[in-house]
């Protein structure tokens, strides 16, 4: 039965993919020292006196005490239970204030665990990096960033998190059949307006993108900006790649929205989807950014509430299906995900799963 596969047997245990940068927490929640998990790691994230972002292991590597119980001047953060003292960015021990100024212990090549860390459109986002492997600065991979189209541009982002696996709120983010159900509302669509879809997706790398088209007329966002652009064409572009990344590109003329929407692993049963987005349409009109949030933060909210009550369902670990066409992105996941998985095991190249464009029709 090629149609109806259980996710979960796919990815039996909710695997998270390292090697990748993942947000750890909006930037504007770092102030002095700050908890966060990513990945089932727990992190203490903060910035130096020169503005430096780091996130080290929550965890002193003396005795294990966590470091964010720690004082931090600004400089290094010192351990609440024998004040070792460690620098946030490199994580290399400054000081044992037991030793005494006969005992040459070589404080400087004890380290507290530090992984690279970025600030990027209102994010810390940090690398974690697969096991035994340690990547310079240098040779890291781009922090994934929203991508702008013009010199001038509002931005603004939100969070939400869902008490589900990486993997279902991967699936629930690409998922094209819920909208009618879980979306309505009077200024974006109702029920009643399901009708059949055709869209292109081809391969990319890491991932697949749902190909430039006109968006679907029956919403009245698309509506009032096909008004207002004045626009002869309007074309959106939906990129999934791996480990977590959804881009969303919106041109008409010279205006355009874009869209980065990642959803990050905490543990094995909790995820956060955070959404970071930019545009300059209507960017002369007050109170843009209240609207936008209001729209953005009800859509997650609906998002997350479906999350919240599937996870009652999923706790019992029920069989799953996945349907054609209307789960074959979902599908591209799972498939993505192995392939990434098996290429990093057996060290041979990464095998996309899909072989060329593909059309799939549903009703949404
Ligand atoms: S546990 Fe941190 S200094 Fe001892
Ligand atoms: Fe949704």
Redesign the pocket.
Known sequence: MSDAENPQRQTPDAEMLLGFWYRALPSAEVRGLKKAMLLGVPLVLGRDAQGRSFALRDSCPHRGMPLSCGRYDGETVECSYHGWRFEGVTGQCKEIPSLTADQKLPVEKIHATAYPCREQDGFFWVYMPEPGTSRSGADLPLVPSVPIHSDRYKLTHLTAAMPTSVDHGII??M?PA??PF??QAWWWRSRHSIHEKKKLFEPIPYGFRMSAHTPSSNSAPYKLLRLYTDADSITTTIDFILPNLRYEQVRAGKYWFSSLTTVTPITREQCRIDATAAWNIFRHVPFVLPIARYFNQK?IE??RRTMELQAEGLRHNPALMLIDDADRPARWYFQLKAAYLESRRTGKPFAHPMNGPVTLKWRS
Do not use: A, T
């Open positions: 629930g983010l998922d819920h909208g879980v979306h859509f609906q998002d």
